[in-house]
């Protein structure tokens, strides 16, 4: 329970936030409405080209709990991305992360072959097809920080790979409404899987409504009404033998999630999104049941379920050069051998230019992480600005 001292501190620092993004209105305002944030290409012809392009999140964090009372500026992501077409069918992209405080590393090397709507290829190190909000990544999701679910092993940032990403081959396309996507991966290595045993995942999407339009395979929380009437369920699941524990009591991991996107644009040109999802993940050794053999180096995963639900509306009136979208999001995480944990997020867009520029003020309290597994009881309140060009 969040005693009422840190939700009056967090509502002072809510007030104070308001203030803040205010502030940042007023020169949002003073700009051009005509935000154009479009990608810098160098064409030699129709299908031979390059093309580079970048993204920033940036944010002012206050927390309030009993071991953290702190202020923070982050750079919560810096990312560049570069692309190239050789012809029609073969195109490549490679794209690099920063955040904080992290040397610059690759996230992305990948050699695409575009055969056809139905079936194209990706080979090299690429996202592991996974949930939306994995696909949705952080700057399509709707919500400032989506990642507090328990996390498929890519995301972990040990020997499964980083960001979700892992080396292998995904086959994916769309028939008709359907949209499928299917890999197989190195996953995790070493430790607990000497025999190199590999990652196979996969994601079925079915488009009720108006088919959604993706870059690859990559989802959004929300497309702004862009795309009209959406209405997409899908199911996704990852498994690999001997993907957790330790070299002397290795593993297996079996994960599987359902979720469900709805955007309706209504009849005042407002735009109501709703986002849910269900996840379960069943792991022979976990954060809070590690082998007992005393080690240390456990690649340790969270076992049992988890569910999430977001809502949001952006208002169809401009406000200077963007638009509002209040949202809220619920996470509940329940894992088979620890005690649940949950948080609620109440935010704001202030959306100028879809995901390439908005500014975002939320409220997060709650004890769920993106271990799965309770952390202490924590208010957040945080300002931040993201911008993408592309």
Known sequence: MVNRTACGRARQKLSTGIHRVAAVLLVASAASPALAL?????????????????????EQTSRNSD???????????????????????????????????????????IAQFDLDPSLRLWVGRTLVPTDRPGLNGPYAAL?????????????YDGPAGRLGRSEGAVAFGTLDRLQYTVGVFEGAHGQSND?????????????????ESLWGYYTAGTYYGKQGDI????????????????????????????????????????????????????????????????????????EGDSHYATAGYLFPQKLGPGQFQPYLRYTKNDPDDADSSDTTEWGVNYVINGNKATVNLHYVTGDANASGYAGGDTDIVSLGLQLQYY
């Open 231 to 302: 209405l997409t369920a899908a199911v996704s699941f990852q498994t690999q033998k001997d993907a957790t524990g330790s070299e002397q009591n290795p593993g297996d991991f079996l994960g599987y999630a359902f979720d469900i996107l709805s955007e309706m644009v209504l009849d005042n040109h407002g735009v109501l999104t709703v986002e849910a999802g269900y996840k379960n993940l069943d792991s022979d050794y976990t954060l809070a049941s590690p082998p007992g053999d005393g080690l240390t180096d456990c690649f340790c995963l969270f």
């Open 38 to 58: 479009d990608e810098l290409k160098l064409q030699h012809s129709d299908d031979l080209w390059i093309s580079v392009g970048g993204g920033i999140k940036f």
């Open 195 to 211: 025999d190199h045993n590999l990652l196979y995942a996969g994601r079925i999407a079915y488009n009720f409504l108006n088919v």
């Open 67 to 109: 071991t953290d009372d702190s202020n923070e500026f982050t750079i919560a992501s810096m990312r560049t991305y570069w692309a190239g077409q050789l012809n029609q069918y073969l195109k490549w992209s490679i794209n690099t992360e920063k955040y904080e405080g992290d040397s610059v590393m690759m996230i992305d090397a």
């Open 143 to 155: 919500t400032w920080n989506q990642y507090r679910q328990p996390l498929f092993p890519a995301d």
